[in-house]
């Protein structure tokens, strides 16, 4: 067993990395998942947009919202600067549905997909190493080496593969800091609501019948942030997260995929965080066995791979700064634009 090479590791059991572990699996490859928490373990982000259950539908075989405890939300209260609307999914038809979910939830139900598909392998250990030899990996963990054609990196902001490699991130915002808190729920609706003032946001999310998620983001140089619509109990103490934008500089090398948070990330607002993550990891595992199948096109696969991510990660920055430049008194509010100036010689043929 130890002298086994696998076709794929992938380190990190998140969205990102079961949606890895599943794709590759049914695409017939051999397949090591490490993870080294002990599930369910807490996570933040419990609120999916609309075609996320869609997709986690389409790639476990069950249905979430019948064999979970999630809730179906139609849209949000957006209120900006003080003047409020509902931003309705779908429109009037109401027909394109986001959910409430708890993470520990759902990534369970992603992990158990894995474990379901022969011959699936789990492993609860760490990796701590990687070393990079030709046309193979190893990876390090406390108790062996495991050795592997490509490794999918889906450990999340914890970028396992990208710092083991020296991959530099390329960071496209002013620092974003972030709070959040769990608080009693106490409506007999799901609520979710988003409130922007050019001090930051707040957003207020249903987890589930008994909980309410409260996130803030704080815009530079600002020390508060606009106050809850509703004011809560809060049931545990307070978190803080990095809301600060940022790519690898490259997503895919020889024998390496970068997925998830791992490969970029965008502040909680752009609300693509779980659905990039299953789809990257589900693309990045259609990329690997087309490229175990068929070597001569290597790099046009790998290529494709980091052309279709970068060009979502750009379009939802491009986006969510409108936003924020419509709420404050500049027109590069977190510093985006001067960033992408700055990057574009790097950049032009993604942008
Ligand atoms: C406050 C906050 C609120 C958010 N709200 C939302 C939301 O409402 N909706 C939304 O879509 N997104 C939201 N997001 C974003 C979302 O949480 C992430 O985009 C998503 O979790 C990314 O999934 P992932 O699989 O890439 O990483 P993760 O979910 O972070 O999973 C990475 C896994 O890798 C494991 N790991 C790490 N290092 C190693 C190692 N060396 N060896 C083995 N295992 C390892 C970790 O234990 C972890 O289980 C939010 C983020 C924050 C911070």
Request: with cysteine; proline share 4%; net charge neutral.
């Amino acid at each position: 067993m130890q002298n086994k090479v696998y076709d794929l590791v992938i380190v990190g059991a998140g969205p990102a990395g079961c949606a890895a572990a599943i794709q590759s699996l049914r695409e017939g490859l051999t397949v090591c998942l490490l993870e080294y928490m002990t599930f369910p373990r807490f996570r933040p982000g419990e609120t999916l947009s609309p075609g996320t259950i869609e997709a986690i539908n389409n790639l476990t075989g069950v249905n979430l919202l019948e064999n979970s405890n999630a809730i179906l939300h139609t849209g949000f209260d957006h209120i900006m600067n003080g003047t409020k609307h509902y931003h309705s999914y779908g429109g009037s038809e109401h027909n394109w549905d986001g959910i409430h979910i708890e993470r520990s939830v759902l990534d369970s139900i992603l992990l158990k997909t894995v474990i379901g598909i022969e011959p699936s392998i789990v492993k609860q250990t760490k990796a701590l190493k990687l070393i990079q030899q030709e046309e193979r990996i190893s990876i390090l963990t406390s108790e062996e080496t495991i050795k592997a054609t490509y490794i999918i990196d889906a450990s999340g902001a914890n970028s396992f593969v990208r710092r083991q490699l020296g991959i530099t991130n390329l960071i496209f915002s002013k620092p974003l800091p972030i709070k959040y808190r769990y608080v009693e729920n106490l409506r007999q609706q799901p609520n979710t609501s988003f409130l922007i003032d050019n001090t930051g946001w707040v957003w207020q999310a249903t987890v589930s019948k008994s909980l309410e998620v409260e996130c803030r983001l704080f815009f530079p140089n600002s020390t508060h942030s606009p106050s809850a619509p509703i004011e809560r109990k809060v049931k545990d103490g307070e978190y803080g997260a990095n809301g600060t934008w940022r790519i690898a500089e490259q997503l895919a090398g020889e024998s390496y995929f970068l997925v998830g948070d791992s490969a970029c990330m965008i502040d909680p607002a752009c609300s693509h965080g779980i659905l990039r993550a299953i789809l990257s990891g589900t693309s990045a595992a259609t990329a690997v066995a087309k490229c175990l199948r068929d070597s001569t096109n290597k790099e046009q696969t790998k290529y494709a791979y980091c052309d279709w991510l970068t060009g979502w990660f750009f379009d939802d920055c491009f986006q969510l700064n409108n936003v924020y430049a419509s709420v404050s008194h500049t027109n590069d509010p977190i510093g985006f634009l001067s960033r992408i100036n700055h990057y574009y010689p790097t950049l032009r043929a993604w942008i």
